[in-house]
C-alpha cells in the first residue's frame, strides 16, 4: 500500500499541450468558479473544490518565495505570471505556467503547460530555492531568487515573467500547428445555446486574428526597445566626446600664432552646437527611456490579452461539447468574466498604443532636430579642415581635431539614421494596429449581447 501512494504522488497527471484551464477565486483566495479541465486534472469532484482555498491543490515541492512574489504583486493590483508545480487529490503532480489577473474583487488564474527551455531552467531554480528555504527559510531564499533570474540575464521578476509568459505562448504556437477544426464543433449541436455558443466562437475569432496581429508585432516591439536604448546610449557618448573636442579645439585656437582668431570662432561654434546636440541627445534619450517602459508593458499585455482570449475561445468549445448538461447561469457568469478581463487588457493595450504613438512622434521630431545641428557642424568640420591645411603652424595639430570631428560626425549621423528609419517605420506599423484594433469595441459589445441571450434561456 505504501508502495503504491509513492507511485502515485510520482505520477504526472495528463495536461495536453493544446488544453487551458481557469479558476477564479475571491482575493481571500476561495475557489468560485473553474472549468472542466481544471476539474479534471486536479482529480476532486467540483463540488470538493469550490469553496475551498486554492491551496488544496499546492504541492510540497513549490518554494514559499514564489507565492510570497505572487502575492506581493496581487496585493498591489498587479498581474503575476509564475510556473507552479501543483498536485492532485491523489498525491499526483501537474506543472503549470499561471498567470493570474486581478479583476476588481476577483483573481483570475490561466494554466497552460509549460514547454519552452525557460520551464527548464525555472524547475534548477525552484530546486536551489527549496534546498536554501529547509536550511534559512525565505530571508535565504528571496536573495538567491534574485541572483539566480539575474544568472539567467534577467534584472527582476517582472523581466522575468514577462519573458516567460511570451516564450511559452510563442512555444504553444509553434506545438500547435494543427488545431481543433472548429467546424465539427457546429456540427454536433441544433439547439438555442449551442447557437449562441457558435456565433461567440465566430466572435472569438474575430478578436483572436486581430490580438493575433499584436502578437505578431512583438519581435518589432523588442527590436524598436534594444535599438532605441542602445542608439539613444550611444548619442549620449558621442555627444559627450565632441563636447570634449570642443575644449581641446578651444584650448589649441589660444596656441596658435597666426589664424588663432579663426580656429577660436571654429571652436565656439563647435562648442555651442555640441551644448545643443547634447540637448537634443538628453531629450531623445528620456524619451527612450520612456518608450522602453512602455513597450515592456504592452509586451506583457499583448501577451496577457493573447492567453486571455485563447483561454475565452477554449471555454466557448468546451462548452459546446458539454451543451446537453451545462448550467446556464455558471456559463454565463464565467463569460461574463472572462470577456471583462479580456476589455480591460484591451483598453490597456490601446491605452499604451497611444502613449507610444507620442512619444515615438516627439523622438522623431528630436532626431530631424538633432540631424539638422549635425549637418551644420559638418560645414564647421569642413571650414576647420581647409583652414588647419592652411596654416603653417603645424605644431597645434587642428587637422587632427578636425579629423576626429569627422569620425565623431559620420558615427552621429549614422545612429541618428538608423533611430530615424526604425522610428519612422514603427510609428507607422503602430498607427496602422490603432486603426485596426478600432472595430474591437464593436466585436466585444456583440460578443456581451449574445452572452445577455444566455441568460434568460431556459435549458
Same mark, same amino acid.
Given at each position: 500500500?505504501?508502495?503504491?501512494?509513492?507511485?502515485?504522488?510520482?505520477?504526472?497527471?495528463?495536461?495536453?499541450?493544446?488544453?487551458?484551464?481557469?479558476?477564479?477565486?475571491?482575493?481571500?483566495?476561495?475557489?468560485?468558479?473553474?472549468?472542466?479541465?481544471?476539474?479534471?486534472?486536479?482529480?476532486?469532484?467540483?463540488?470538493?473544490?469550490?469553496?475551498?482555498?486554492?491551496?488544496?491543490?499546492?504541492?510540497?515541492?513549490?518554494?514559499?518565495? %514564489?507565492?510570497?512574489?505572487?502575492?506581493? !504583486?496581487?496585493?498591489?493590483?498587479?498581474?503575476?505570471?509564475?510556473?507552479?508545480?501543483?498536485?492532485?487529490?491523489?498525491?499526483?503532480?501537474?506543472?503549470?505556467?499561471?498567470?493570474?489577473?486581478?479583476?476588481?474583487?476577483?483573481?483570475?488564474?490561466?494554466? &497552460?503547460?509549460?514547454?519552452?527551455?525557460?520551464?527548464?531552467? %525555472?524547475?534548477?531554480?525552484?530546486?536551489?530555492?527549496?534546498?536554501?528555504?529547509?536550511?534559512?527559510?525565505?530571508?535565504?531564499?528571496?536573495?538567491?531568487?534574485?541572483?539566480?533570474?539575474?544568472?539567467?540575464?534577467?534584472?527582476?521578476?517582472?523581466?522575468?515573467?514577462?519573458?516567460?509568459?511570451?516564450?511559452?505562448?510563442?512555444?504553444?504556437?509553434?506545438?500547435?500547428?494543427?488545431?481543433?477544426?472548429?467546424?465539427?464543433?457546429?456540427?454536433?449541436?441544433?439547439?438555442?445555446?449551442?447557437? %449562441?455558443?457558435?456565433?461567440?466562437?465566430?466572435?472569438? !475569432?474575430?478578436?483572436?486574428?486581430?490580438?493575433?496581429?499584436?502578437?505578431?508585432?512583438?519581435?518589432?516591439?523588442?527590436?524598436?526597445?534594444?535599438?532605441?536604448?542602445?542608439?539613444?546610449?550611444?548619442?549620449?557618448?558621442?555627444?559627450?566626446?565632441?563636447?570634449?573636442?570642443?575644449?581641446?579645439?578651444?584650448?589649441?585656437?589660444?596656441?596658435?600664432?597666426?589664424?588663432?582668431?579663426?580656429?577660436?570662432?571654429?571652436?565656439?561654434?563647435?562648442?555651442?552646437?555640441?551644448?545643443?546636440?547634447?540637448?537634443?541627445?538628453?531629450?531623445?534619450?528620456?524619451?527612450?527611456?520612456?518608450?522602453?517602459?512602455?513597450?515592456?508593458?504592452?509586451?506583457?499585455?499583448?501577451?496577457?490579452?493573447?492567453?486571455?482570449?485563447?483561454?475565452?475561445?477554449?471555454?466557448?468549445?468546451?462548452?459546446?461539447?458539454?451543451?446537453?448538461?451545462?448550467?446556464? &447561469?455558471?456559463?454565463?457568469?464565467?463569460?461574463?468574466?472572462?470577456?471583462?478581463?479580456?476589455?480591460?487588457?484591451?483598453?490597456?493595450?490601446?491605452?499604451?498604443?497611444?502613449?507610444?504613438?507620442?512619444?515615438? !512622434?516627439?523622438?522623431?521630431?528630436?532626431?530631424?532636430?538633432?540631424?539638422?545641428? %549635425?549637418?551644420?557642424?559638418?560645414?564647421?568640420?569642413?571650414?576647420?579642415?581647409?583652414?588647419?591645411?592652411?596654416?603653417?603652424?603645424?605644431?597645434?595639430?587642428?587637422?587632427?581635431?578636425?579629423?576626429?570631428?569627422?569620425?565623431?560626425?559620420?558615427?552621429?549621423?549614422?545612429? &541618428?539614421?538608423?533611430?530615424?528609419?526604425?522610428?519612422?517605420?514603427?510609428?507607422?506599423?503602430?498607427?496602422?494596429?490603432?486603426?485596426?484594433?478600432?472595430?474591437?469595441?464593436?466585436?466585444?459589445?456583440?460578443?456581451?449581447?449574445?452572452?445577455?441571450?444566455?441568460?434568460?434561456?431556459?435549458?
Amino acid at each position: 500500500m505504501e508502495n503504491r501512494g509513492c507511485a502515485i504522488s510520482m505520477k504526472e497527471a495528463k495536461f495536453e499541450t493544446h488544453e487551458l484551464f481557469f479558476s477564479i477565486t475571491d482575493q481571500a483566495s476561495t475557489i468560485l468558479s473553474g472549468n472542466e479541465v481544471f476539474i479534471r486534472i486536479s482529480g476532486y469532484k467540483k463540488e470538493e473544490l469550490i469553496g475551498q482555498f486554492h491551496n488544496i491543490i499546492r504541492h510540497p515541492d513549490m518554494p514559499q518565495v %514564489v507565492f510570497k512574489t505572487l502575492w506581493d !504583486h496581487l496585493k498591489n493590483d498587479e498581474p503575476v505570471v509564475a510556473y507552479v508545480k501543483n498536485k492532485t487529490k491523489e498525491g499526483g503532480y501537474y506543472w503549470v505556467l499561471a498567470a493570474v489577473f486581478p479583476l476588481g474583487d476577483r483573481y483570475i488564474s490561466i494554466r &497552460i503547460k509549460p514547454n519552452s527551455p525557460i520551464f527548464m531552467a %525555472v524547475r534548477e531554480i525552484y530546486f536551489k530555492l527549496l534546498m536554501s528555504e529547509n536550511k534559512g527559510g525565505m530571508s535565504a531564499s528571496e536573495p538567491l531568487l534574485v541572483d539566480l533570474l539575474s544568472e539567467l540575464g534577467y534584472h527582476g521578476y517582472d523581466h522575468f515573467m514577462a519573458d516567460a509568459l511570451l516564450s511559452e505562448l510563442s512555444e504553444r504556437k509553434k506545438l500547435l500547428r494543427n488545431p481543433e477544426v472548429d467546424s465539427e464543433l457546429l456540427l454536433q449541436h441544433n439547439s438555442p445555446l449551442s447557437n %449562441v455558443l457558435n456565433r461567440l466562437l465566430g466572435e472569438s !475569432h474575430i478578436l483572436t486574428h486581430q490580438y493575433q496581429q499584436w502578437f505578431d508585432k512583438i519581435d518589432m516591439f523588442k527590436s524598436v526597445k534594444s535599438t532605441f536604448e542602445e542608439k539613444g546610449l550611444m548619442l549620449r557618448y558621442l555627444a559627450r566626446d565632441i563636447v570634449f573636442l570642443s575644449l581641446n579645439a578651444s584650448v589649441a585656437s589660444y596656441k596658435v600664432a597666426n589664424g588663432g582668431e579663426t580656429f577660436g570662432v571654429l571652436a565656439s561654434d563647435i562648442r555651442i552646437n555640441a551644448k545643443e546636440n547634447d540637448r537634443l541627445i538628453s531629450n531623445i534619450h528620456t524619451l527612450s527611456q520612456s518608450l522602453s517602459d512602455i513597450l515592456n508593458e504592452l509586451i506583457f499585455a499583448v501577451s496577457a490579452t493573447r492567453i486571455q482570449i485563447e483561454m475565452l475561445t477554449y471555454f466557448i468549445k468546451e462548452a459546446l461539447k458539454g451543451c446537453n448538461h451545462i448550467c446556464v &447561469i455558471e456559463l454565463s457568469k464565467n463569460l461574463d468574466t472572462l470577456i471583462e478581463l479580456v476589455l480591460v487588457y484591451t483598453e490597456k493595450l490601446t491605452t499604451l498604443q497611444l502613449k507610444m504613438d507620442t512619444f515615438i !512622434h516627439e523622438s522623431l521630431k528630436y532626431l530631424n532636430q538633432l540631424e539638422q545641428q %549635425v549637418l551644420y557642424l559638418g560645414y564647421i568640420q569642413v571650414y576647420g579642415i581647409i583652414e588647419a591645411a592652411s596654416n603653417s603652424d603645424e605644431t597645434v595639430g587642428f587637422g587632427g581635431i578636425f579629423s576626429q570631428l569627422k569620425e565623431l560626425i559620420r558615427s552621429t549621423s549614422e545612429e &541618428i539614421s538608423h533611430m530615424q528609419k526604425l522610428g519612422g517605420n514603427f510609428y507607422t506599423e503602430n498607427r496602422n494596429l490603432i486603426r485596426e484594433s478600432e472595430n474591437i469595441s464593436a466585436v466585444i459589445e456583440q460578443f456581451r449581447l449574445e452572452t445577455e441571450r444566455i441568460k434568460i434561456m431556459d435549458v
